[in-house]
């Protein structure tokens, strides 16, 4: 059975590119994706995702606050940050632990699949 992802990015051509990077994957596929934190907060409920991939830099609300808001309506639903911004600037011990790590978007796909494996198997 593939692992279901949710992404949440507000570029469009990101959002497609990860959709093809994960469904390329015989363990993971795409079962939803969003281009602002709201609109992630009404489709994850019906998505059932295993995990959820979150961008920082979003329209409205921040998905540093996107995921503040997950950990209180669903802090099992682990998430991975992926993100253009330096990891010093995001990541710090104040993150829910249901964060499993923190991307670079540069860092290329086998990054951000290895990341995504490792997080969902811990």
């Given at each position: 059975?593939?692992?279901?992802?949710?992404?949440?990015?507000d570029?469009?051509r990101?959002r497609?590119?990860?959709?093809?990077i994960?469904?390329a994957?015989?363990?993971?596929?795409?079962?939803?994706?969003?281009?602002?934190?709201?609109?992630?907060?009404e489709?994850?409920?019906?998505?059932?995702p295993d995990?959820?991939?979150?961008?920082?830099s979003l329209p409205?609300?921040?998905g540093?606050?996107?995921?503040r808001?997950?950990?209180?309506?669903q802090?099992?639903l682990?998430a991975?940050?992926?993100?253009?911004?330096d990891?010093?600037?995001y990541w710090?011990?104040?993150?829910?632990?249901q964060?499993k790590?923190?991307?670079?978007?540069h860092?290329?796909?086998?990054?951000?699949?290895?990341?995504?494996r490792?997080a969902?198997?811990s």
């Amino acid at each position: 059975m593939a692992y279901r992802i949710f992404v949440v990015e507000d570029l469009p051509r990101l959002r497609s590119t990860f959709a093809a990077i994960l469904n390329a994957q015989p363990d993971m596929e795409l079962c939803g994706d969003a281009g602002s934190a709201e609109e992630a907060l009404e489709k994850i409920p019906q998505a059932s995702p295993d995990i959820v991939l979150v961008d920082v830099s979003l329209p409205g609300m921040s998905g540093i606050d996107l995921l503040r808001v997950l950990a209180r309506v669903q802090p099992e639903l682990p998430a991975l940050i992926v993100s253009g911004h330096d990891r010093n600037i995001y990541w710090h011990d104040g993150l829910s632990p249901q964060v499993k790590g923190y991307v670079m978007k540069h860092e290329g796909p086998d990054v951000m699949l290895s990341a995504i494996r490792q997080a969902l198997t811990s």
